[in-house]
Structures are given as structure tokens and as C-alpha cells.
């Protein structure tokens, strides 16, 4: 209690803190798909596309979860929740085995499955961190002259006069004794009765680099091969972004080594299916990995659409402008190469895309072509089928040797069938009907380079509910790990989440993510006419339309219900919204004893939680009585229900789309609080 002042003066009264109030959100994503590295099955919150890149790596052209996660950031997401797809029992991490200074090994293996980590190199440099003459002393006692950068645990390298050196942990030392005492017998190591000073000892550490495409990306230093010591490889590995690192039993010191090459990873795509993505009993694995996430709103699976290459052609490089003083064509140039794979060996029917023509390496490797640079440059695209993409804007200066282009196997994961993609849109549609918490964007399963129109609306007539969406066409989106302009096609949903999002953030889900301008999209696949796009909208598909000036923008906000009350999104967002805020507001409530004054008590806070949400545009109605009631009275909880410590309550609403009711009715028991839409 606060002693009122009773002398004239400036005093500081110290107020109670206001208990905040809770909030709930509904624009945080769920995204799933294919991504060069990172966790398998393990849900990583991120809050920047530059987090997607440092736990998942690039967004490679032969998934779409990346470019589906930068689109959602891009446009207005600030958090997502993304999980990483693939079989377990098929994806393996790229390794190594270095040379240990006795007779164990070291494991160097990249820090998650995939072939990404065949890219890497790792370097062992041996470091001396401190080294001194010393004497035996006792049983397992050495007598040094001096004890600079020795500490407790470090590995010791002992080496007596013409013998072999041995290494030891270093388990205690007197400073001002002066001594070494090491985990065993000098005996054990040959070292008992050497002379006085004829035993070198030295703290022994190293340093591992890693190598990737040529550059250095990841560096430990002052590693420790003694496991209590605090700088332990393998502990200090663990955080690591790229490698971890594991001894062998025996293993003691690792020797210094060039750098050397991983290999043997591999992403476990081929054989990925529906239980993959959904997960199941005893099976914690896609969808089911976020299922009792209480954070997430939105959901997206972008990857169950096949990558479409055909439309990812480099955009001529832009020349500049001659004007009538210089008429001269560039001179040609000859471009010549070899295409070989990772390990050197010749790749033959690989197709070369050079400006105006195209050509096939030969049965070597090799392909020649004469070409005419635009503004002293020539794009160069080689493709061949299991292989990576290489895609280069080389100078005429670069084109006066052979180029030698190398190509990386690569995995993909299989073309799903529509029987595998229905399944694992279904089940999201149905995770998001058992929580009432989150919305699935569902994308169109055609092929983009096609206007399958009947295709589209009969996929829509598939499902039934109003905890999904569906959206066509597919949108273009400028590749950002390519030389050149390069666009590709992909499924919108990634992007439109970002749009829900932003959307919530500042407007709310009571209102549509529809008519607003997807940032990074250069295109749609398909444009429709006013007609066509008329006949989709009535089926419940949500159109992206290109509009000439205005960008690509969503022109639908239709669930796929076919009842008339939950055909918009808006409204299904806002009753989940409702429902999520009702249960935090009357959490305190579930206690209480159940009599008159409880129930006055819930009508007015339903009443003052549903009058906010009139009150910033959520609902119709030009008053209170016309946007909402609240019943929580004799007539909603009868005698029966209170003797059996039940309290029920009604909220009925008016979205202002489609301006008619909606009810919710509330039952609270002893312990519960439960929901059932009217």
C-alpha cells in the first residue's frame, strides 16, 4: 500500500503493472517443402529470409520451398515456422574420415542430410598452443621449465629423445610447483627415467576449415581433441553451420591434412511419399510435426507441385544503345568447352544454350560454337537430365580458353500423382478443421504451362470446408541464384501467406488478402479473360490475375465451402480469431463458482471482446444490437447445467461478409471450455 505524502514536494508513487492482455496471433506460417540442407522433420521458427538461408541454405531451382519462403517474407510475413521434407531412412550426410595421429580416424560429416554436402572440403592445421622441456617427476608427474599456455584438460604431445612421440591428456598442474600431471603411467609411454629436460612436451590443438565452392565459409579454431577439455572438437562442432565432427574409439590427435572432399550425401527425395508429408501413428514426420504448434494460422505445402524447368530460360542480356556513328556488328566469338561431372569424367548429350542457338556436347564432353557477345558478354546455360543447372555471363576475355563446365548429380523428388497430392492436401485441410486455429492455401496440382481450366475447377470440387483455399495460376519469380534474368514458374502459396499475413498485421483477418500487389512476381502462367476468370471465382478458385500498371494480384478471397455462410475467408478467419481470443479471455473463468454473478461476469468480457472487434471494422452493422449479441443468462444455462457445474454461453455475430449471423455457443464445465459453431 502507497503512504500518501503529507509534506509539500515532488515524491515518486510506484504504480501496480497492468497485466497484458494476450495475444493471438493468425499470421504466423507453417511452410513445408524440399531445401538443400538443414533438419529433417524438425520445425525451425524463422523471422528473415536471411535465417531461411543460414539453417536451409539457397533456394535451389529444383525446390520450390525457398523461393516460397522468401515470397512470403517479401510480402509482409515477419514469421514462419518451415519444415524440411524428405525419407530419413534415405537421406545421408556427405563425409570424411581424416588420419589420427595413432590408430583411430576422424569423422568429419556435413551438418545435415543432402548433396550439398559433397561441395564442401575440410583442412586439419595442427597448432602448437604451448611447449616447454620437462623432467620426470613421478609415477605419472612431469617437472617443467615453464608452463606458458598450458591448461587443464589440453592434449599433450610427450616425445623423448629418438622415440616416437605420444599423446596424453594433461589432468593437473601445480603453478607454482611447477608440474605436469598427465592421465598415465610415464611409464606406460616410455618416458620413465629419460634425463632431466630431455622430454619435450607440447599443448597440441588445431583448426578445421571449411571449404565450399572455393571459399572459405566456416572456421574452428583452437579445437581440442581431449574430450574434457572446453573446446572439444566435437562439442564445439555441434553449434557448427556446416560440419560436425566425430572420433573413432582410439582416436587421439587428428593430423594435418590438404584440403579433402566430402562425399557420399544424399536428399532422400526419390523416395518420399504421402507419409512424408502427413506423418501418422508413432511417425513424426511433415504435418503432424507442427500439429499441436499453438502459434500457427497458416498452412503451406509448396513442394507437392513438380518443379517446372522448361520455362526457366535466361532473358537476353540487355545491350546497349548504338547510335548512328557506330553501325558495326560486335565481332563473333567462338566459345569452346567440355561439360564433365563432379569427378572430371566427359558428359555427352548435354544441351548448351548460347544466344540464338543451342547445341549437344559431344561423346568427349566437348562443344564449339561461334556466337555474337552482346555488350561484350555471352550467357552460357548447360543442362542435361539428373543433373544440376550451370548458368554463367562470361566476358570475351573469359571465352579466349576452354571453359570447363562441371555438372553435380542431383536428386529429385518424384512427379507426386494426383492420388498423393489430394492425400496431403486433405490432411492439411483436416488439421486445419481439428485445431479451428489455422487456414490451409492450398495450390492448383496442373501443369502451368497448360490452361486446364476443367482440370482446376474439378480439383476444387474435391473438398468441402471452410478451412481451405485454393489459387490459380501459378506465379513467375525471378530465380535470384542464376547469371542473368532468369524466371521461374511456381505455386503461389508461399507468397499469398506472406499477403495473409500482412494483411493481419495491419487490417486484420476479418479482412480479405485480396487486390494487393504480390511483390517479386514478374508474371502469372496463365491469363485469364473477365469471362473465364468469372467461371473460377463462381467454382471457388481464387484467380491471380496480371493487370496491366498494378502488378500480379489475388482477385478472390473464397473458401472452399459450398455453404453460403463460410464461402468467404474473412469470415472463417475471423470466427477461428474469435474463438482462440474467447479462450484466453475466459481462462480465468473455468474455476469460478458457477452462480449468477459468474455468468454476469463472462457476458461482460464476450461483450467487450466482441464489441473491439466491432468497433475496428470486423463486423456490420451500423450499431451494437445490429453487429453482435451476447447471451449468457437462464435461458443458455438452465438448472440442469448448473447443478452439473455447467455454464453455457452464446455469441452471435455479424461478419460484415456475407452481413447475416454466425453463432458461437461457449460450454464451461468445472475444468473445460468448449466451443460449438451454431
Request: charged share 20%.
Given at each position: ?19 497484458s ?8 506460417a ?26 536451409f ?87 617443467a ?47 620413465a ?33 581431449s ?98 556513328s ?15 561431372d ?40 548447360v ?37 498423393v ?10 488439421q ?202 437462464q435461458t ?37 471450455l ?5
Open positions: 500500500m502507497t503512504t500518501r505524502p503529507t509534506t509539500p514536494g515532488v515524491f515518486w508513487a510506484p504504480s501496480r503493472p497492468q497485466a492482455r494476450p495475444q493471438v496471433r493468425s499470421d504466423v507453417a511452410l513445408l517443402g524440399f531445401a538443400e540442407r538443414g533438419p529433417l522433420h524438425e520445425p525451425v521458427r524463422l523471422q528473415s529470409w536471411r535465417e531461411f538461408e543460414s539453417v541454405g539457397r533456394a535451389v531451382p529444383r525446390y520450390h520451398l525457398g523461393r516460397a519462403v522468401r515470397g512470403f517474407f517479401a510480402n509482409g510475413g515477419r514469421v514462419c515456422w518451415v519444415v524440411r521434407i524428405a525419407a530419413p531412412e534415405a537421406a545421408l550426410a556427405a563425409s570424411v574420415k581424416l588420419a589420427d595421429a595413432e590408430a583411430g580416424s576422424w569423422s568429419v560429416r556435413a551438418s545435415s542430410p543432402g548433396i550439398w554436402g559433397d561441395e564442401l572440403r575440410v583442412e586439419v592445421t595442427e597448432k602448437v598452443a604451448g611447449a616447454t622441456l620437462a623432467s620426470p617427476w613421478g609415477a605419472n608427474t612431469l617437472q621449465e615453464a608452463l606458458a599456455g598450458f591448461e587443464a584438460h589440453a592434449r599433450l604431445r610427450l616425445q623423448a629423445e629418438g622415440a616416437q612421440p605420444v599423446y596424453s591428456e594433461l589432468v593437473g598442474l601445480d603453478a607454482l610447483g611447477g608440474t605436469l600431471q598427465i592421465a598415465e603411467p610415464l611409464a606406460d609411454h616410455g618416458l627415467g629419460q634425463p632431466a629436460g630431455s622430454i619435450s612436451v607440447e599443448v597440441v590443438e588445431f583448426e578445421l576449415t571449411v571449404w565450399r565452392d572455393d571459399a572459405v565459409v566456416e572456421r574452428l579454431d583452437r579445437l581440442s581433441s574430450k574434457a577439455h572446453p573446446r572439444y572438437a566435437a562439442e564445439v562442432a555441434r553449434e557448427a553451420e556446416y560440419v560436425r565432427i566425430e572420433p573413432s574409439a582410439g582416436a587421439v590427435h587428428p593430423l594435418s591434412s590438404s584440403p579433402v572432399a566430402l562425399g557420399g550425401g544424399a536428399d532422400g527425395l526419390a523416395q518420399v511419399a504421402v507419409e512424408h508429408f502427413v506423418g501418422g501413428a508413432g511417425l513424426s514426420w511433415g504435418l503432424s510435426t507442427v500439429a499441436a504448434n499453438q502459434e500457427i494460422g497458416l498452412l503451406a505445402c509448396p513442394d507437392l507441385m513438380p518443379v517446372v524447368e522448361e520455362m526457366a530460360m535466361p532473358a537476353p542480356i540487355a545491350g546497349r544503345s548504338y547510335d548512328c557506330d553501325l558495326d556488328a560486335p565481332a563473333p566469338v567462338e566459345v569452346d568447352g567440355v561439360v564433365v563432379a569427378g572430371g569424367e566427359a558428359l555427352a548429350g548435354a544441351t548448351v544454350h548460347l544466344p540464338g542457338v543451342s547445341v549437344e556436347s559431344a561423346a568427349d564432353g566437348g562443344f564449339r560454337q561461334t556466337v555474337n557477345p552482346v555488350d561484350g558478354k555471352v550467357g552460357v546455360r543442362g542435361l537430365d539428373g543433373y544440376t543447372t550451370y548458368e554463367a555471363t562470361l566476358s570475351v576475355a573469359e571465352l579466349g580458353q576452354t571453359i570447363v563446365v562441371e555438372l553435380r548429380r542431383k536428386e529429385r523428388a518424384p512427379r507426386f500423382s494426383a492420388r497430392i489430394f492425400s496431403v492436401q486433405q490432411a492439411m485441410v483436416e486445419c478443421e481439428r485445431r479451428r486455429d489455422r487456414f490451409a492455401i492450398l495450390d492448383a496440382p496442373v501443369d502451368p504451362l497448360r490452361r486446364d481450366l476443367r482440370a482446376v475447377r474439378d480439383w476444387r470440387l474435391r473438398f468441402d470446408s471452410a478451412f481451405g483455399a485454393l489459387y490459380y495460376p501459378w506465379i513467375s519469380v525471378p530465380d535470384s541464384q542464376a547469371s542473368g534474368a532468369v524466371v521461374r514458374p511456381m505455386p503461389p502459396s508461399g507468397h499469398i501467406a506472406g499477403a495473409f499475413a500482412a494483411t493481419d498485421l495491419t487490417e486484420g483477418p476479418h479482412h480479405a488478402a485480396a487486390n494487393l500487389a504480390l511483390r517479386g512476381v514478374r508474371g502469372v502462367s496463365a491469363q485469364l479473360e473477365d469471362e473465364l476468370h468469372g467461371v473460377l471465382n463462381e467454382a471457388g478458385v481464387n484467380v491471380l490475375a496480371a493487370l496491366p500498371g498494378r502488378g500480379v494480384r489475388p482477385l478472390g478471397a473464397r473458401t472452399l465451402s459450398s455453404q453460403t455462410a463460410w464461402q468467404f475467408i474473412p469470415v472463417r478467419r475471423l470466427v477461428n480469431q474469435l474463438r482462440e481470443e474467447i479462450e484466453v479471455a475466459l481462462s480465468w473463468a473455468v474455476f469460478e463458482p458457477n452462480d449468477p454473478t459468474l455468468a454476469l461476469l463472462v457476458r461482460a468480457s464476450l461483450t467487450a471482446l466482441v464489441d473491439r472487434h466491432w468497433r475496428r471494422g470486423a463486423l456490420a452493422g451500423q450499431t451494437a444490437e445490429e453487429a453482435y449479441r451476447v447471451v449468457c443468462d443458455t444455462t438452465t438448472e440442469q447445467d448448473r447443478a452439473n457445474g455447467r455454464l453455457v454461453a452464446e455469441v452471435w455475430v455479424a461478419p460484415a461478409v456475407p452481413l447475416e449471423f454466425i453463432g458461437l455457443r461457449l460450454g464451461m464445465t468445472t475444468d473445460t468448449s466451443f460449438e459453431e451454431v
